[in-house]
């Protein structure tokens, strides 16, 4: 008999949460959704395994974007009403509003979750333009509206470029998670193809000792040259060029 996704949830607290998500990705029917808590908790779980070296960027990247395809997302709403919601300040230019949050437990004190959780809210007009990371690791799930994702692995570094090589162009639902690692997709953007759409970010940053916690380096993929095995020689560029370049429609 088929195990459930949610008993096996509730059955396995002892086992490592890594090998748990392996587990069931392989379990089926999948006809229980993972409650918020659940899911949150795992996050957590997920985090300090990469933070601590214990599972790798790639195994964290796939066991997050897997995590997230069960999660209830009615119970997910429900913790975020009741959490702390704090504006990110005003946006850069034509970027979405980001809000920090703050999960309250039982008792209404903060939970210490070990990563950080921030919900992206795009008007019609709002656009996460395309950018790489360093030293950390994130996971877009989005959670309302539709959003037109795309990914690139980043294969090598070169002085003021980037090469890329395109891994997804997606139209996301919610409960599609999005993760970049340094291994993985490493370059994202995320553009709205509804009048509203809404995303929540897992973050986990200073994952490497002795640098800053993290960083974001603007990329032109769309005016790169094409290379004959199919990736992308992409010029690095500002923040401002950037907001020039890329509006929600590119
Ligand atoms: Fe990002």
């Given at each position: 008999?088929?195990?459930?996704?949610?008993?096996?949830?509730?059955?396995?607290?002892?086992?490592?949460?890594?090998?748990?998500?392996?587990?069931?990705?392989?379990?089926?029917?999948?006809?229980?959704a993972?409650?918020a808590?659940?899911?949150?908790?795992?996050?957590?779980?997920?985090?300090?395994?990469?933070?601590?070296?214990?599972?790798?960027?790639?195994?964290?990247?796939?066991?997050?974007?897997?995590?997230?395809?069960?999660?209830d997302l009615e119970s997910l709403a429900h913790?975020?009403?009741?959490?702390?919601?704090?504006?990110?300040?005003?946006?850069?230019?034509?970027?979405?509003?980001?809000?920090?949050?703050?999960?309250?437990?039982?008792?209404?004190?903060?939970?210490?979750?070990?990563?950080?959780?921030?919900?992206?809210?795009?008007?019609?007009?709002?656009?996460?333009?395309?950018?790489?990371?360093?030293?950390?690791?994130?996971?877009?799930?989005?959670?309302?509206?539709?959003?037109?994702?795309?990914?690139?692995?980043?294969?090598?570094?070169?002085?003021?470029?980037?090469?890329?090589?395109?891994?997804?162009?997606?139209?996301?639902?919610?409960?599609?998670?999005?993760?970049?690692?340094?291994?993985?997709?490493?370059?994202?953007?995320?553009?709205?193809?509804?009048?509203?759409?809404?995303?929540?970010?897992?973050?986990?940053?200073?994952?490497?000792?002795?640098?800053?916690?993290?960083?974001?380096?603007?990329?032109?993929?769309?005016?790169?040259?094409?290379?004959?095995?199919?990736?992308?020689?992409?010029?690095?560029?500002?923040?401002?060029?950037?907001?020039?370049?890329?509006?929600?429609?590119?």
């Amino acid at each position: 008999m088929p195990v459930s996704r949610r008993s096996l949830l509730r059955n396995c607290a002892s086992f490592p949460v890594y090998a748990l998500v392996a587990e069931l990705a392989r379990a089926a029917p999948r006809t229980q959704a993972v409650p918020a808590r659940r899911w949150l908790s795992l996050q957590s779980e997920l985090a300090r395994a990469l933070a601590g070296g214990k599972i790798s960027p790639a195994d964290w990247h796939q066991q997050v974007n897997e995590l997230s395809k069960d999660v209830d997302l009615e119970s997910l709403a429900h913790e975020l009403r009741r959490a702390r919601i704090k504006d990110a300040g005003a946006p850069f230019g034509h970027d979405p509003q980001k809000r920090f949050v703050t999960i309250l437990g039982e008792d209404d004190a903060p939970v210490r979750l070990g990563y950080g959780l921030a919900l992206f809210d795009f008007g019609p007009e709002s656009v996460i333009t395309p950018h790489a990371h360093r030293y950390m690791a994130s996971a877009h799930m989005v959670i309302d509206g539709r959003v037109r994702v795309r990914t690139f692995d980043r294969v090598k570094d070169e002085e003021n470029f980037l090469i890329l090589r395109p891994t997804q162009d997606t139209l996301a639902e919610p409960g599609h998670s999005a993760a970049m690692t340094s291994s993985t997709d490493n370059v994202h953007w995320f553009a709205p193809r509804s009048s509203r759409a809404m995303t929540i970010d897992v973050i986990i940053d200073g994952l490497d000792r002795g640098k800053d916690r993290y960083l974001i380096e603007p990329v032109d993929p769309l005016r790169g040259s094409q290379l004959s095995d199919g990736t992308i020689r992409a010029p690095l560029i500002s923040f401002e060029r950037s907001m020039e370049l890329y509006r929600a429609s590119s």
